[in-house]
């Protein structure tokens, strides 16, 4: 069964450093999503991208933060210059078109030094 | 404002018992999609099972059922037959249909299976 893919597994950082997260969605999937989880709390909503731009983003997506599609297949979040508070569980989650669930990945854990 | 609310943080089943967890929402829309998901140590979120809203029959799969009180806007999950594998834990959420942007996550339900 397809799956969501994304690298790395574990991303540790020095805080004001710039990462980028990477995610592979379902090929036939047209919706992706960024969430965050920091450790024992809720998974929340950051940003939705539909037909290579964003098309809803949450009060924790500020201007930190970006998304894009750089090669067709590719789903990257960027964050510019890391905080502590950025260490958290990121997923990226995909939707086929007329589907009911999101699929999510493995997730990539941020860990900010 | 469309909201999830778990409100048992942690709960714990003996194997092979069954057990609840519950789930309320918040929303104004007729129309609207509502799952569990599962989330192990392995930190994989997990799809266990979904509702929609315009669906009188509460959704099965396997050991999973829910029990979908739309007037009430609960939706609580059972777990029949408790397994070590299923110690995880398990959030609900919610979407309406129309609106692809994003789900709406409870807090979580921790649960431990005991031996």
């Known amino acids: 069964e397809p799956e969501v893919t994304q690298t790395p597994s574990h991303q540790v950082t020095q805080m004001g450093q710039e990462v980028i997260l990477r995610c592979v969605p379902i090929s036939n999937h047209l919706y992706f999503y960024w969430y965050r989880q920091i450790l024992g709390q809720k998974v929340e909503f950051l940003v939705s991208?539909?037909?290579?731009?964003?098309?809803?983003k949450s009060e924790i997506f500020d201007d930190q933060f970006s998304v894009e599609r750089p090669d067709g297949s590719n789903f990257t979040l960027k964050i510019r210059s890391t905080k502590l508070e950025d260490s958290a569980m990121y997923f990226c989650a995909t939707v086929r078109w007329f589907s009911y669930e999101q699929y999510f990945g493995p997730g990539t854990r941020l860990t900010v030094t | 404002a469309q909201t999830v609310t778990q409100s048992q943080p942690e709960m714990s089943v003996q194997e092979a018992e069954t057990v609840t967890l519950s789930c309320t929402y918040d929303t104004s829309e007729s129309d609207y999609y509502l799952f569990w998901y599962k989330q192990p140590p392995s930190r994989q979120m997990i799809l266990v099972i979904r509702q929609e809203a315009y669906k009188q029959q509460n959704a099965t799969e396997n050991r999973f059922s829910v029990n979908f009180q739309k007037a009430a806007k609960s939706f609580s999950l059972k777990i029949s037959d408790s397994q070590l594998g299923d110690a995880a834990m398990y959030f609900c959420a919610y979407r309406i249909p129309y609106n692809f942007n994003k789900f709406y996550f409870g807090s979580g339900t921790k649960l431990n299976v005991k031996p």
């Open positions: 991208f539909y037909n290579n731009e964003i098309s809803e």
